[in-house]
Structure formats: structure tokens, C-alpha cells
């Protein structure tokens, strides 16, 4: 008998319903196929997320897919960072397969073309709203968009496209959001060839456009972004800019307009940031403008005036920089509790520092600038109460008093710089509770009494400068235990007495100059195996130059003039500068031969001469003897005590190189001091001559056993084979290697020409004109460009410098030291990453806070070699830094008081084209990093200034 189960009506609605929903949760399968078939296009790129272990059955799942609710179609696509290239198109025709596609990501790729089936297919979605190509190497001119009628955003920002912008976006009735920022478009800015006016983003930055900005972008009510920075354009902003009513944000940042800021803008209420900053703006700053804002910066343009007392008053206010103009008159008594950043450096503004009031709350001040003015008065003892204040600068003024006490209680200073003014008084025992500062400088002040030992409480200071002051005593003992100390300026003062210790990471500077100390030259010193500049003149010291001085392995430079020194001077390797003038020493030369006359000699001579002859003979057999055995003991030491070689490998396909280069005689060279040519930070360059006669540097890795992630081999290896694979002939690339037990050596090819410093800075006698500077700061940048786009990942440079740029002709530069990045391991360091984080002069001001090294800290560095390039000065030259100095000099009139006139003046071409890198530079070395262009924009806009 059969038997039938009854199933209640309510279960089989529910099951009808689970199944249909379940039906309808499912792509169809024309976009599953299409997915899969992309997938195998992509699966293989070296970056792609997808790899073959994927749901193939469920590509909502996969990364980058987005889907309609319940899976019921694929509405967005990002392949973005897939690694990308023009190789093989497929992919594009696959993707235009969607119908229902929304929005395509192909931001950051290789592709150098936009693939013509986005044209002529993709162009027929209709429901297609968003298209991204950015941070590509597309290039040429931009091709047409006309048909995507339904496009809202488009993004081809970060590219090389040029020439003009004409009818690209005609028809695109729907664009809300357009972004061309960071190509090579020129030509002015016309507004009936960018879209309709509904538009609400508008970004074209960091481009070449010129002329004016155009009277009728104030019909463009709607827009809430309008971004023209990085471009020259001229002329004035257009009065009725405040009739944008909905604008959010407003940058006109780096262009070249002038006339005074409209008073319309402090009517937009919506307005939360405007920046214009390094534009030639004059007049006054207009009343009200920062009513509504939260973000200002219209610094270094020409600004006059006084700031009007209710500028920093409004409540929703975060940040200002109204640094390097010509603002006069008093700082506002009143300031907004919520205010983060203040910077009114470089200007003429005078009176007194206010004692600003916020009653029991705590403001939120965290950076206050107020350095290169002419205020006076005490600094308030109010300070005591901004418990968020992360850096304190109130350097180069008239300052007067003492430094307060209070200043111990604000617990999260990292920077204090005090330097140049007329501070007097004892340094307060109560700075030592500053646990966390990094930067102390009260340098060119009249301190007195002595250097309170309880300063080495600052165990993450690294730079002390208190120079050029009336400090008496010695150098406490306690400093010893300061390990995180980098740089010690204790020049120019009274100081004396025994130095029995000293920090012994020091590693930038001592300066112990112009002080009372005699006695021997301290052993002290040969503790200080990292220091690179050791400055002990115009003191008293006495006796012979200690030997241990040439031992010290990262001395580049020693001064030891005008003190009492007697004897002979040891001998320096080459790259050491060495300044002994005002000491009764002598200088070993080599012996010259010397012709005599023939003359008669007296048998009597002759004879004694004979026995005198053989005595020395036997003399010299039995030292020979001794010698030997002496020589075996020690040979059978440094056999035992040598480093082994774990392996040795090419890193370059180039037959002829592999031939040349013989590892053995490269191990021999670098055994031999007198083969080194150049000594950096982290570094020791050799030069070896191969059997062939072909010269290369071996690269000897410094402080390996402390820095270097040398635990695991395997990892450097294959970081070393990686950067063998690049491809510019702007950057250094290593040939080969060789690891040992203690060490790393790089193989590179040889250059006569040595560093940009020994050239540009004199040290090898030539000099450089303007087409090789030019030509110089393009290589750089082309390098540094490419180093940061890198295809097998971003490298960032750990110290760019004058002094890591090699030259392979007198205008061809390379960049060395890409490897450092790779190998460094911070965690070992001295707990600091500024600790291997660039040279004195080329590091970011964003260091003190962050210790980080990013792209737009290399940025900063390559800023500070383009202003050398400029002004023919050292970075850091007579105790002040080369980015400073331009800064003091660049918010006046005479730009060409900045430049090297030796340059500048042999014609106006010369003139203007340098005149157009400065701008480059200035950007560049700006104190934000947000506010600096990336390398690609710099290698742009310095390859316009040859127009």
C-alpha cells in the first residue's frame, strides 16, 4: 500500500518562495561565463587577487566585483592594481560584455592606451555612470568621450596625456564629476569644451593651463570642488566667485595670479577649505574669511596689512598658514579653542605673543609657527596650558626672559626651537619632562649657567642644539645614556672642563667649538663609530692628533683649526676633509727624489759604508725572520677572523658585464682602504680593477650587523634579484652581489665624475652651468619618478642627497642607495627611523612626528637638491639649512637675490628658466606633505620650465 505525506499548504508557499529566491540570487549565466572568462585573462598578471582557487561559480564574491541586491546582476567593476598592461586586450571587449556595468575601475595600471573597445562598446551601456583610468601611463592626446550619455564621473587624473582639451566631453549632459588633474594638458581653460553646467567636482591641478580663469565659472553653481592648482595661470579670481554657493573646497595653490583676494569668498557658507597658496596675491587679507571656513592657507604670496582680529576667532576653524607675506601689525588676541595648526611664520609682525584665554578648556592648538618675525615681549607663561602642543616654533625674533618652566608640562612636544632670539637665564631643569621630544634648539640666545644633566631624560632627543650662548661647566656625564642623539651643538660658548663621556650613537654633528676645553684631544671620541662631522676648533687642546681619530669609520669631515695641537698629523683616507690651520703640526708628504751631483767619495767612506752595509744586511735577515713568523701568526688571525662568503650571484643578463666582473678580486679590493673612493652614511664605495682592466664599485653595506634585516637571507636575495631587473638610466642598478657573514656588497658600474656634492660643491675643482643643472635636476627627477612607479612595487628612498647622486658624465646623474629601503630593518635601529631616515638638511620637518618614510618625504629631498642645484649652496651651510634661508628670501621681490649669480647672469633665458624651477622647488620643500606634488607632476612642471 502506498502511502502519501501530507505537507501542509504553509510549508509548500515557503518553499516556492526559498526556491525562487534562490533562483533569482543567481547572475545569469552570459555574466558568469564573461567572469570567467575575464578571470583567465587576468588570473596570471602578477598582481591580480584572483588566482585559480576562486569561486568560479559566484563572481559576486570575488574582489572588486560589486553586485545588485540579491546577486541579480553585476553593477561594478574595479580591476584596479591588477598590473594591467596593453599586451593583451581581451580583457576590455569582455568587460564592455556586461550590460548592466555601473562604474569600471582601472585606476592604477600599466596601460599607455586606452583600449579601443571601451570606445566602440562600452560606449553603448546605458547605464554606464563611472569610468576610472587614473594613475596610468596613458599618454598622447585625450581621446573623444562623446556617447557616454550616461557618464557622471570621469577620472584620467595621473597620467601624460597632452595638447589641449576641445570637444572630448561634448554631449556629456550627465558629468557631475570630472577629474584631469596631473597630466600635460595646456592651453586655457575653456569652459564650453568641459562638460555642462551641472557639473559638481571640478579638478584639473597639475597641468600646464595658462591665461585667466575664466569669469564664467561662477555659472557653475553647483559645483562643490574646484581644484586649479599646479598650473600658470594669470591674472586675477574672478569677483563673483562668491555666487558658487554650494563650493566646498576651492584650491588655486601654485599658478602665478596676482590682485587681491575677492571679499565675495567669505560669503560662500558652504566653504570649508580655500587654498592659495605661492600665487603673487597683494593687499590686504579680506575681513570675515575665515567665517565659515575650516581649512586656510594663503601662504607665500605678498599679502600686506595687518591680519584682522576675527581671523582666527571662528569656532569651526582647524588650521591656518599664513606664512612668508608681508603681514605687519600685532598677532589677534583672540583665537578658536578648536584651532589645530597656526603658522604665521616669515612675515614682519611685531608686538607681543598673546596670552590667549580659552578658561577650563584645554585648546586644541597643536602646531604654533611663529618663527622669522619681529615679536617681542616673554613668551607667555599661558603656554603652559596648550597640553596638545606638538611643536613649538618661535625662533628668529626678539624674544626676551627666560624660557618658561611651564613648558615641562606640555607632555606631547616633539619640536622646540627657540634659536635666535634674546632669551637669557638657565636652561629649566623642568624640560627634561618632555619624554617624547625629538628636536630641542635654543641655539644664538644669552642662556647662561650650566647644561643641567637631567636633559639626558630625553631619551628620544636627537638633535640638541644650544650653540652660540654663555653656557659655563662641562658636558654633563650623564649624556652618555642618551641613546637616540643624533646631532650635539654646543659651539660657541664657555664650556670646559674634562669630557669624560659622550653619546655615543651620535652620528649627524659635535660641535664643540669656540669653547675652553684643552687638555688631549678626549679618547671619548673613538666611541663615536657613527659620527660623520666632528668640529673641535678654536679651543685649547693640546698634544698629538690621536691616532684612533683616522679609525673612526663615518668621519667625513673634522675640524680641529686654531687649537694647540703639536706632531706629525696621522693619515686620513681621501674622502675625509681635514682642517688643521693655527696648530704647530706637520703634514706627512711623499718623499720627491732628488737629483745630486756626481761627487768623490773617500775610500775611507766607502769602506765604512761597506760594514755599515752589511751590518744592516744581517740586521734585516734576522728581522725578516722575526717578521715571518709574525706575519704567519697574524695571517692565521685574519684568516680565522675573515668574513665568509655565503653565496655570490649576477643580478644583470649583460654577457660582457659577466665576464668583466670576478668576484674573488672584488673580495681582495675591498680588503684594501686604499681602494675606497666615497664614504656615506650607510655605505662604503670601493673601486676594484678587474683582470679585463674594467673598473667597478663594490658597495660595502654599513652597519649591517645593526640595521640590516640580515637574519634572513633568503628574503635579501630575492629583494636584491628584483631590483637587478630595473630598467633607468637614471638610478643606480646593481650588476651583482655578494653576501658574507658580517656584510652585503653591491656591484655596480664605475664612474669618473663622483658625487653632485663633489662637483657642484667644489671639492673637485669644477663647476657646473646652467644646461648641465638643468639637465641634472631632470635625470633626478625622471629617476626619482620611476623609483615611486616602480612596476614590482613603490621603492622609497631612505636618504636622497647631493651626496647619493653619482654622475656618469657632468649631466648625467644616477640615483644610488635604492636598496636601503629593502634591507633596512627600522625595528634594530637606534629606535628612531629619522635615525636612518636621510641627511641633516634633506629630511622632511613631517619626521619629527610621524617617522615615517613616504614618497612625499623623497619629494621634500629632491626639493632641497633642486634649491642647491639653484643657489650653488650646501644644504646646510654655516650652521643654517639651505630650505630655510630660501624661504626667508622668496616672500620679496628679488627672487634672483636666491639664485647663484654666477649662473643666473650670463643671460635671461638662464634667468627665467631658473626663476621657474625655483617655483618647483619651493612646492616641493613645502611644510605640509599633502600640499607637495608627486615626482611625476615635478618631472612634468620642470620640463615645462625649458618653455
Not at 22 to 38: E, F, G, K, R
Not at 622 to 637: D, G, M, P, Q, T
Not at 854 to 881: M, R
Request: with cysteine; hydrophobic share 35%; charged share 15%.
Amino acid at each position: 500500500m502506498c502511502r502519501y505525506l501530507h505537507i501542509p499548504p504553509l510549508f509548500l508557499f515557503f518553499f516556492s518562495f526559498f526556491i525562487i529566491q534562490y533562483v533569482s540570487c543567481q547572475l545569469p549565466s552570459t555574466q558568469v561565463t564573461i567572469m570567467n572568462s575575464l578571470h583567465g585573462v587576468l588570473q596570471n598578471n602578477s598582481n591580480s587577487p584572483w588566482n585559480p582557487s576562486q569561486n568560479l561559480t559566484n563572481p559576486c564574491s570575488w574582489i572588486g566585483v560589486s553586485c545588485a541586491p540579491n546577486n541579480s546582476s553585476i553593477t561594478k567593476l574595479s580591476l584596479s592594481s591588477f598590473s594591467i598592461s596593453n599586451v593583451n586586450d581581451s580583457w576590455s571587449s569582455l568587460v564592455c560584455g556586461i550590460e548592466t556595468l555601473q562604474s569600471l575601475d582601472l585606476s592604477n595600471n600599466f596601460l599607455t592606451s586606452i583600449p579601443q573597445p571601451i570606445f566602440s562598446s562600452c560606449r553603448g551601456l546605458t547605464g554606464l555612470k563611472a569610468l576610472n583610468f587614473s594613475n596610468n601611463g596613458l599618454n598622447g592626446p585625450l581621446p573623444s568621450f562623446q556617447g557616454f550619455r550616461s557618464l557622471e564621473v570621469l577620472d584620467v587624473s595621473r597620467n601624460s596625456f597632452e595638447d589641449s582639451v576641445d570637444l572630448q566631453f561634448n554631449g556629456l549632459n550627465e558629468l557631475k564629476s570630472l577629474n584631469l588633474s596631473e597630466n600635460q594638458f595646456r592651453g586655457s581653460i575653456n569652459l564650453t569644451k568641459l562638460g555642462n553646467s551641472n557639473l559638481e567636482e571640478l579638478q584639473l591641478s597639475i597641468n600646464s593651463f595658462e591665461g585667466n580663469i575664466p569669469d564664467g565659472i561662477t555659472n557653475y553653481v553647483n559645483l562643490t570642488l574646484l581644484d586649479l592648482g599646479g598650473n600658470q595661470l594669470t591674472g586675477t579670481i574672478p569677483s563673483r566667485i562668491g555666487d558658487l554657493s554650494n563650493l566646498q573646497l576651492l584650491v588655486l595653490s601654485l599658478n602665478k595670479l596676482t590682485g587681491e583676494i575677492p571679499r565675495s569668498i567669505s560669503m560662500i557658507t558652504t566653504l570649508k577649505r580655500f587654498a592659495a597658496n605661492q600665487n603673487t596675491f597683494t593687499g590686504p587679507i579680506p575681513q570675515g574669511i575665515t567665517r565659515y571656513l575650516r581649512n586656510l592657507d594663503i601662504s607665500y604670496n605678498r599679502l600686506n596689512g595687518s591680519i584682522p582680529t576675527d581671523l582666527l576667532l571662528h569656532p569651526e576653524l582647524l588650521t591656518v598658514d599664513l606664512s612668508a607675506n608681508r603681514l605687519t601689525g600685532s598677532i589677534p588676541s583672540n583665537m578658536s579653542k578648536s584651532l589645530v595648526r597656526l603658522r604665521l611664520g616669515n612675515n614682519t609682525l611685531t608686538g607681543k605673543i598673546p596670552s590667549w584665554s580659552f578658561g577650563n578648556d584645554v585648546p586644541s592648538l597643536t602646531y604654533l609657527e611663529l618663527d622669522h618675525n619681529n615679536l617681542g615681549g616673554v613668551i607667555p607663561p599661558e603656554l603652559r596650558l596648550y597640553r596638545n602642543l606638538s611643536l613649538l616654533d618661535l625662533s628668529d625674533n626678539h624674544l626676551v626672559g627666560s624660557v618658561p618652566r611651564g613648558l615641562g608640562n606640555l607632555t606631547r612636544l616633539e619640536v622646540v626651537q627657540l634659536q635666535n632670539n634674546r632669551l637669557s637665564g638657565n636652561i629649566p631643569d623642568e624640560i627634561s619632562q618632555l619624554q617624547i621630544l625629538v628636536k630641542l634648539n635654543i641655539s644664538w640666545n644669552s642662556l647662561n649657567g650650566s647644561i643641567p644633566p637631567s636633559l639626558s631624560k630625553l631619551q628620544k632627543l636627537t638633535n640638541l642644539d644650544l650653540q652660540m650662548n654663555n653656557l659655563t661647566g662641562g658636558i654633563p656625564d650623564s649624556f652618555d645614556s642618551m641613546d637616540s642623539l643624533l646631532e650635539l651643538q654646543l659651539g660657541r660658548n664657555n664650556l670646559g672642563g674634562v669630557i669624560r663621556s659622550l653619546p655615543t650613537k651620535l652620528q649627524i654633528s659635535l660641535n664643540l667649538s669656540w669653547n675652553n676645553f684643552g687638555g688631549r684631544i678626549p679618547n671619548a671620541l673613538n666611541r663615536l663609530q657613527s659620527l660623520e662631522v666632528l668640529d673641535l676648533s678654536n679651543n685649547k687642546f693640546s698634544g698629538e692628533i690621536p691616532t684612533f681619530l683616522p679609525g673612526m669609520p663615518s668621519l667625513t669631515e673634522i675640524n680641529l683649526s686654531n687649537n694647540q695641537l703639536t706632531g706629525v698629523v696621522p693619515k686620513f683616507q681621501s674622502y675625509v676633509t681635514l682642517i688643521t690651520d693655527g696648530n704647530n703640526v706637520t703634514k706627512i708628504t711623499e718623499p720627491s727624489v732628488v737629483k745630486r751631483k756626481k761627487s768623490i767619495v773617500p775610500v775611507g767612506v766607502i769602506v765604512a759604508s761597506a760594514v755599515a752595509v752589511f751590518a744592516l744586511m744581517i740586521v734585516s735577515i734576522l728581522a725578516l725572520i722575526l717578521s715571518r713568523r709574525i706575519h704567519k701568526v697574524n695571517h692565521e688571525e685574519s684568516q680565522s677572523s675573515e668574513p665568509v662568503v655565503i653565496k655570490s650571484n649576477f643580478l644583470t643578463e649583460n654577457s660582457i658585464q659577466k665576464s668583466n666582473l670576478d668576484f674573488n678580486k672584488a673580495m681582495e679590493a675591498v680588503g684594501n682602504p686604499s681602494n675606497i673612493v666615497l664614504k656615506t652614511r650607510f655605505s662604503t664605495y670601493y673601486k676594484a680593477v678587474m683582470p679585463s682592466g674594467m673598473s667597478y664599485y663594490i658597495k660595502k653595506l654599513n652597519g649591517i650587523d645593526k640595521i640590516f634585516q640580515i637574519g634572513s637571507h633568503d628574503r635579501l636575495q630575492e629583494e636584491l634579484e628584483v631590483l637587478g631587473k630595473l630598467r633607468n638610466s637614471s638610478v643606480m642598478i646593481p650588476l651583482a652581489y655578494t653576501l658574507t657573514t658580517e656584510s652585503v656588497y653591491l656591484f655596480y658600474d664605475y664612474t669618473e665624475n663622483g658625487t653632485l656634492f663633489d662637483v657642484l660643491h667644489g671639492s673637485l675643482g669644477r663647476g657646473l652651468d646652467w644646461s648641465n643643472r638643468y639637465s641634472i635636476a631632470i635625470g633626478v627627477a625622471n629617476g626619482l619618478a620611476f623609483l615611486h612607479g616602480c612596476p614590482s612595487g613603490q621603492i622609497t628612498l631612505l636618504d636622497l642627497s647631493s651626496k647619493s647622486v653619482m654622475l656618469k658624465s657632468i649631466n648625467e646623474p644616477q640615483i644610488g642607495d635604492i636598496e636601503l629601503s629593502k634591507v633596512i630593518d627600522p625595528s634594530k635601529t637606534t629606535g628612531n627611523v629619522s635615525a636612518v631616515a636621510g641627511s641633516v638638511g634633506y629630511v622632511p620637518p613631517e619626521y619629527a612626528y610621524s617617522m615615517r618614510l613616504t614618497t612625499a618625504g623623497n619629494v621634500y629631498s629632491f626639493g632641497v637638491i633642486l634649491l642647491e642645484l639653484l643657489t650653488g649652496k650646501a644644504a646646510v651651510s654655516e650652521g643654517s639649512e639651505l630650505v630655510k634661508w630660501v624661504s626667508s628670501k622668496s616672500n620679496q621681490d628679488n627672487l634672483d637675490q636666491v639664485l647663484d649669480s654666477t649662473v643666473s647672469r650670463t643671460s635671461p633665458v638662464n634667468r627665467n628658466q631658473m626663476l621657474a624651477v625655483l617655483k618647483v622647488a619651493l612646492a616641493c620643500v613645502s611644510a605640509s606633505p599633502e600640499e607637495r606634488p608627486k615626482m611625476r607632476s615635478v618631472l612634468r612642471m620642470l620640463l615645462n620650465a625649458r618653455n
